[in-house]
């Protein structure tokens, strides 16, 4: 079956540094990449997505690489701040819009 | 707009019972998908709703049922708890199916 996972389940970084947080995905056939922020007690919370067609899309701040080769997402996040500490998680769809298959989640500690 | 609200916000139950959980989507969503998030399974799929229909189903025991109302408000439903069904649950909301918003969750303690 599909699956998302995620290369290292926390990152610490120093205050103004640069995050980068990587998901490999199994599923060719994904479509639709999500990258997710979710703090304690809340919800995840939209960060940032990419359709299949593209290799790089920015936001306010971060940027998803897509690189369909190897099956590889990346969510760069610039000049990280404490507000940033969180569990992040990338999520896939194929052809099943309503079904997100999501990775097991990295935690962002930022340290000040 | 109003985000997705999720009620209860806790909950504990008792081994053999059954509950009730309920999502308010945002205004004008007309899916519905409902996740379950524990420390050792993570986020996993249960099912989504688009206008009233069943659209897509995860893995999950039948125990585990859902539906939608004609104005987009969903419920799901556990039937004969068991201890593993302690988790988050949490929906999620959005107009297409794809860029979906969630609520905070319910968390479901059985005990």
């Known amino acids: 079956g599909e699956s998302v996972g995620l290369h290292l389940p926390t990152l610490s970084v120093q205050e103004g540094d640069n995050s980068i947080i990587n998901c490999a995905y199994s599923?060719?056939?994904?479509?639709?990449f999500i990258w997710y922020k979710q703090e304690s007690g809340k919800g995840p919370q939209f960060i940032i997505d990419?359709?299949?067609?593209?290799d790089k899309r920015q936001g306010q701040r971060v940027t998803v690489l897509l690189n369909k080769t190897v099956k590889h997402l990346s969510l760069q996040i610039a000049a990280t701040q404490p507000g940033d500490s969180a569990v992040y998680f990338c999520?896939?769809?194929?052809?099943?819009?309503?079904?997100?298959?999501f990775g097991d989640g990295t935690t962002l500690t930022v340290k000040p | 707009k109003a985000g997705v609200t999720q009620t209860p916000r806790y909950l504990i139950k008792t081994r053999g019972q059954q509950v009730t959980l309920s999502c308010s989507p945002i205004?004008?969503?007309?899916?519905v998908s409902w996740y379950q998030q524990t420390p050792g399974q993570g986020l996993q799929f249960l099912f989504e709703?688009?206008?009233?229909?069943?659209?897509n189903k995860g893995n999950f025991p039948g125990r585990f049922s859902g539906r939608q109302f004609s104005n987009s408000r969903s419920e799901m439903n556990v039937s004969t708890l068991e201890l593993g069904d302690s988790a988050l649950y949490l929906c999620?909301?959005?107009?297409?199916?794809?860029?979906?918003?969630f609520g905070p969750g319910t968390r479901l303690t059985v005990t």
């Open positions: 709703y688009f206008s009233e229909t069943q659209r």
């Open positions: 599923n060719s056939a994904s479509d639709y």
């Open positions: 205004s004008g969503h007309r899916s």
């Open positions: 999520a896939e769809k194929g052809t099943n819009a309503g079904k997100s298959t």
């Open positions: 999620a909301s959005s107009a297409t199916g794809f860029e979906q918003y």
């Open positions: 990419i359709r299949s067609n593209m």
